[in-house]
Nanobody, 125 residues
């Protein structure tokens, strides 16, 4: 059974930071490019960043560039999202997603078929 499980969300003050984790099971993790998305109440799910199967070439949405770092540990089957200088507008449910590496890397939410259940991040002003 393929499963992605996010953790690390919570309530944080503006200006703070969080490190989210996404643990994968039931798949060969190194075969997958990984991405983070987020969804705020009443809004569509949006791309945050992605990292390829080898851990190189991270790519970020413009809204988080300079504040986010994505990394992965293939030995632990885990991908991470470090977010700093958090703003109230970063409040959302954060999801990780997996896409087989034989397909091109993508920022498009519709091109991911494997999703975690999400972790809530709330930033207070």
């Amino acid at each position: 059974q393929v499963q992605l499980v996010e953790s690390g969300g919570g309530l944080v003050q503006a200006g703070g930071s969080l490190r989210l984790s996404c643990a994968a099971s039931g798949l060969t993790f190194s075969f997958y490019n990984m991405a983070w998305f987020r969804q705020a109440p009443g809004k569509e799910r949006e791309f945050v960043g992605r990292i390829n199967w080898s851990g190189s070439s991270p790519n970020y949405a413009r809204s988080v560039t300079g504040r986010c770092t994505i990394s992965r540990d293939n030995a632990l089957n885990t991908v991470y999202l470090q977010v700093s200088s958090l703003k109230p507008e970063d409040t959302a449910v954060y999801y990780c997603a997996a896409r087989i590496r034989f397909n091109r890397e993508s920022d498009d939410v519709n091109e991911y078929r494997i999703w975690g259940q999400g972790t809530q991040v709330t930033v207070s002003s």
